[in-house]
């Protein structure tokens, strides 16, 4: 084996790959990274076992082989390298390396002890933008389940249907939904759970020259294509709750906020919660809404902020971090919020847009 | 007691002094910051008992009085209020706050219990520019021993004499002095060792308003006075060790290196240390220096730069971490690097410049 590249296509591919493998007791290999020397370039891999990834790099390939080297190390290595031509070939297990006076050998581990990455083959396919696809992951992953008590929605819930894609996530205190539109040819409709790890991943991934993602899908696993990157991931088995039923259809009340004041005032009142105790009281009238805690170790705070009230006055409790985390995502000046009343769920929209909800349980008095 | 001032004044003085107040379980007192309205403003104080710091803020006194208030609550929730006029009232041990359409009710204790921070009140005075200090600081300080049983030398000696302020630190396997100009009117000598902890406070502390900074001596305390900020800490007893003798006399190498290639090439040799040792070997000879570790577990390593020598060649073996501490805090292009034999100190100096330099013990093979 005996291969060329820059400096720097080699530092991207292991930027994207290295951080997926990490240091295992039990299979050591999983630290390494796959490198296979072929006609189309240098394939970097790396696995988790449950997230797979490559990168395709450009070079001049002597002589067709692989191998695989400890990630971290191979992946600081080249950081550290001046942006020149560097040249590796494998002797005995060990890959040489040169790159003007620095010479360098790494050992290696046999890459046929290297476990497969699965290749989904199949005709579910889906095009969407990268923009829609951030924005629909970031404005949900945040609100899943880390209990592994209930695996099926410490995922997000991905649907494909007609021309949307949509990314539901909960952790049953609160709810957020984003649509993301397909393009291309749509295909049949399909759901999944996908883990949050591997939305975590794609994010990371994601690079401002990919304008598209593909996505493909069988039974147990889902692989997204990104221009010459490739991730493949397990998917959650278990069934979805049925999340619809709890979304309120009609209100009572609705005001229109502006975030940068709602969210200064409840952080005010947040600092003034019992520890351990996230209740803040939401009073919303004709003009104004009232925003109150009471602890009576520390103090106590009441903040007025103005709105735009329709419908009936109204009063509801809430857990202060689910309403901060639903207004940090999102995209607008204003929140519309829609009360029923003190024991139905509250409805956040971002005001005026459409294709992303966000529901929170009330804490009931 | 009732005063009123901007929140931008405000802001600004509990981000100064609250840094210090921490929860202690034994005195909860010292978790709160001391506000006393007096003819001259809001003066802030907060004190871990080995560290007092106290910062004197504008406002408009209507009543003079004193409490204190747990300071993170407290600096938290002037944070989050807009750049407005504040009025506080205080009330049965209670502070209640008034800005716009916030009103606020914080519990105090009384002031009475608040620790005395003392004043140094002595005719030892020494004047330096903030910017000199700085980076007389920043450039001595890391390299003190964090090791209780030596006391002396886990903070900086410092020594006042002639025209100069001269900051010392070491661990004792590597030594680094500062050199700082004294301006004003010089005062006799005096030396004291001050805790790290303290001059990590001033550096944070350091505005770019101050232009200079006045330090005051006593036996047991030093004083600094930055315009209204007062910070007075506790020194360490004990002998500083007679530091002057390991500064190597002489040498018969001297290498000029670029600072920039010679810490990717340390920081590259340093990926294949075996874990738990630093050691990479540093070749001086000509016109270049090779730098090389082998670590059979992973793989080896040998880089080659250009450097500048005068005098014999050398060989030497360093702790890699020691070397890039002292690189990292030359502030120059290029560093000299001066060595007698493989059992002497090395000598690290800014080439061309005049006032710092750094000592590394070497690593005998």
Known sequence: MKFSCTQENLNRGLAIVSHIANKNANL?????????????GIRLSATNLEIGISCLVRGKIDEVGKITIPARLFADYINLLPNEKIDFIVKDQELEVACQKSHTKIKGLAADEFPVIPKVDSKKTYQL????????????????AFDESRPEIS?????????????????????????????GDKKGEESVIVPVRTYQ???????????SIEVNLNENQIQFTL?????????IDGQYPD??????????????????DFTKAIKTAALFCKSGINDIDLKLDKEKATITT???QVGENESEIEINLEGEPNQIVFNYRYLLDGLANIDSEE???????????????????????????????
């Open 28 to 40: 050591p290999i999983l630290g390494n990274v796959l490198l296979e020397a072929g006609k189309a």
């Open 129 to 144: 933008t990268t923009k829609d696809v951030k924005k629909a992951i970031s404005s949900t992953a945040f609100a899943v």
């Open 155 to 183: 995922g997000v819930y991905t649907i494909f249907k007609e021309e949307k894609a949509t990314l539901v996530a909960t952790d049953s205190y609160r709810l957020a939904e984003a649509k993301a539109d397909l393009i």
């Open 201 to 211: 991943e794609i994010i990371r991934i994601l690079e401002e020259e990919n304008e």
């Open 227 to 235: 221009g010459d990157i490739e991730l493949v991931s397990r998917v």
């Open 243 to 260: 999340y619809t039923q709890i979304i309120p259809a009609e209100h009572r009340t609705k005001a229109v906020i502006n975030i940068a």
């Open 294 to 296: 009471s602890n009576t």
């Open 335 to 365: 929140v519309e919020l829609r009360l029923v009343d003190s024991v139905n769920p509250g409805l956040l929209l971002p005001a005026g847009q459409e294709g992303y909800f966000y529901i929170i349980m009330p804490i009931k008095q």
